[in-house]
T-cell receptor, first 121, second 112 residues
């Protein structure tokens, strides 16, 4: 079974600064996907960024980027130029496909326990 | 935009009651999911469905059942609610793209 570990329950960063959220995972799979999801205080979870394991290049989405170290099974999220709107819970997630007893394939996400990020003035 | 809606934001029930949580998505997604979210535990998958009338157990299915009679609707059922089922319940859907699940706003269920 896959496990996802986020070792930082809470973090704080000042506005305009850079912060890095850590995530490690454990799997024997070679082909999988990794995600960072953001859950603002309003509770609607949204996707921040994704990374395909077969891609060596780190994904980037505007101020958000990842440091994907496949051998180390590490997937950290860097937020540059932090903004007050970045205040949220951040979840790291792992996904792989598997076969459903001859009826096709499915996939499901395994989430970490989350990191609560507070952006301050 | 994809929209996933859940029938209630807050719900209070008594121990032993049968509870229905409803989820509806408007993007014709094949896959739908139910999670519960608890502090310090993250999101844990209860059940998911990859097609109408099809379901698969997630990591914590005990005490729950699901129903998917129509493609857009996925219901989570607590047959006999217990206090340890007090939690935030999140529904999600995903289409043929494998990259993203879209989440509903969540239902905070309190069982007294």
């Amino acid at each position: 079974a896959q496990t996802v570990t986020q070792s930082q329950p809470e973090m704080s960063v000042q506005e305009a600064e850079t912060v890095t959220l850590s995530c490690t995972y454990d799997t024997s799979e070679s082909n999988y996907y990794l995600f960072w999801y953001k859950q603002p205080p309003s509770r609607q979870m949204i996707l921040v960024i994704r990374q395909e394991a077969y891609k060596q290049q780190n994904a980037t989405e505007n101020r958000f980027s990842v440091n994907f170290q496949k051998a180390a099974k590490s997937f950290s999220l860097k937020i540059s130029d932090s903004q007050l709107g970045d205040t949220a819970m951040y979840f790291c997630a792992f996904m792989k496909h598997y076969v459903l007893d001859h009826t096709g394939t499915a996939s499901k996400l395994t989430f970490g326990t989350g990191t609560r990020l507070q952006v301050t003035l | 935009d994809v929209k996933v809606t859940q029938s209630s934001r807050y719900l209070v029930k008594r121990t032993g009651e049968k509870v229905f949580l409803e989820c509806v998505q408007d993007m014709d997604h094949e896959n739908m999911f139910w999670y519960r979210q608890d502090p310090g535990l993250g999101l844990r998958l209860i059940y998911f469905s990859y097609d109408v009338k099809m379901k698969e157990k997630g990591d914590i299915p005990e005490g729950y059942s699901v129903s998917r009679e129509k493609k857009e609707r996925f219901s989570l059922i607590l047959e006999s609610a217990s206090t340890n089922q007090t939690s935030m319940y999140l529904c999600a859907s995903r289409g043929t793209s494998i990259y993203e699940q879209f989440f509903g706003p969540g239902t905070r269920l309190t069982v007294l």
